[in-house]
């Protein structure tokens, strides 16, 4: 993070921090402060950069632990945390706090992994498939429908599928990711995925979901192990997750009919794309077409509290800062090496008008 940049972050938290305190390592200062967070496990592998650094220069310290976005808006509407991160909103009919703002923070490609044992070809699914996979349609690798996903269209050549049985993975809890991909799907395979989105993979499910063929994980890193545990198994969740087991990841048709690999770049031009909603909300239709984007593409909120909250004044001080951190600063020096994606143009200022009714 540049010299500038902290100054400016300074001043608009109100901290004042001594330059010399900062460069020889002094104890922490008596205003330090310890703010919790609960939420989206998404954003965790990115935040797990951002906390550290922005403690280290701060000197306040954030708890995080990361336990999914229906777990962050639970604790937030409790009162139990200074601030939360989500994937998705409160529902229309959810219980919510009466003075809060949404701030979108980050956007991300969610991605579709699998672990196949010497398979080094490019893995491409079409929507329908990936559908007919995570429905209990497609049970085998070398299923038609996946060889005819990965036969080029000029030469006709067809990739060698490996002949393994599907295990899917998805996530047991409450999860934003979980909603974001469901939504995906039923916007994409209305005919199948009938129930619409939900934050309960199981209860967007057509039917009953397959004993023994179909397994659960807790949070990103319980799908992302278990996918690395079996031989054939599929999942979902954040790119990272998967790079960091070296899963093989997919690239996704999108509605141009381009396999687009869940990149930094394809996964903000479609996200660019957004609807804007209110209190800082946004929504993205999963059929649009715009080329080169990589459509399963999702991004994180950060909830925070307002005036007519009565929080105390100097801890949302220090919420206004660590969320502007994020969002100005740490994303942008870290976003795309960790699979996630810098906020820009109109949304950035979205984020920065939300950022400023923090107090």
């Not at 900062?22 to 310890?34: D, E, F, Y």
């Not at 995570?134 to 038609?144: E, L, V």
């Not at 060889?147 to 809890?173: E, H, S």
Request: charged content about 15%; aromatic content about 10%.
């Amino acid at each position: 993070m540049s010299k500038k940049n902290k100054n400016s972050l300074l001043v608009k938290a109100g901290v004042v921090l001594s330059v010399i305190a900062l460069s020889v390592g002094v104890s922490t200062p008596a205003n330090a402060a310890n703010i919790t967070g609960n939420g989206s496990s998404a954003v965790k592998n990115l935040l797990d950069v951002c906390i550290p650094a922005w403690s280290k220069w701060s000197s306040h310290n954030l708890s995080y632990p990361g336990a999914g976005s229906g777990a962050g808006r639970s604790a937030f509407l409790a009162g139990t945390v200074d601030l939360a991160f989500s994937d998705t909103p409160y529902g229309a009919a959810d219980k919510k706090p009466e003075h809060f703002v949404y701030v979108p923070a980050s956007q991300f490609p969610i991605a579709v992994y699998a672990n196949l044992p010497g398979f080094t070809s490019k893995l491409n699914l079409s929507p329908t498939t990936v559908s007919k996979i995570f429905a209990g349609k497609i049970t085998k690798w070398n299923d038609p429908a996946i060889v005819a996903d990965n036969t080029d269209v000029k030469t006709k050549k067809k990739t060698a599928m490996p002949n393994l049985p599907i295990t899917v993975y998805y996530r047991l809890d409450r999860s934003g990711t979980s909603e974001v991909f469901t939504d995906w799907l039923s916007q994409l395979d209305k005919a199948t995925w009938t129930k619409g989105k939900n934050g309960t993979f199981t209860s967007a499910f057509p039917g009953t979901v397959p004993a023994g063929t179909f397994q659960s994980g807790n949070a990103s890193d319980g799908v992302a192990n278990g996918v690395k545990s079996k031989a054939g198994a599929i999942g979902y969740g954040e790119v990272s997750y998967a790079t960091e087991r070296k899963l093989v990841i997919a690239n996704l048709k999108n509605n141009n009919g381009e396999f687009v690999a869940p990149t930094s770049t394809a996964t903000s031009l479609f996200v660019n794309g957004y609807t804007a909603g209110t209190n800082g909300t946004i929504s993205l239709d999963y059929t649009k077409k715009i080329k080169g984007s990589y459509t399963l593409a999702s991004y994180a909120y950060a909830l925070a509290y307002t005036k007519g909250a009565g929080k105390n004044v100097a801890n949302q001080a220090i919420v206004k800062q660590f969320i502007d951190y994020v969002v100005n600063d740490c994303a942008t020096e870290n976003a795309a090496k960790l699979g996630y994606s810098k906020l820009s143009g109109a949304l950035l200022k979205l984020a920065d008008a939300q950022i400023a009714k923090i107090e």
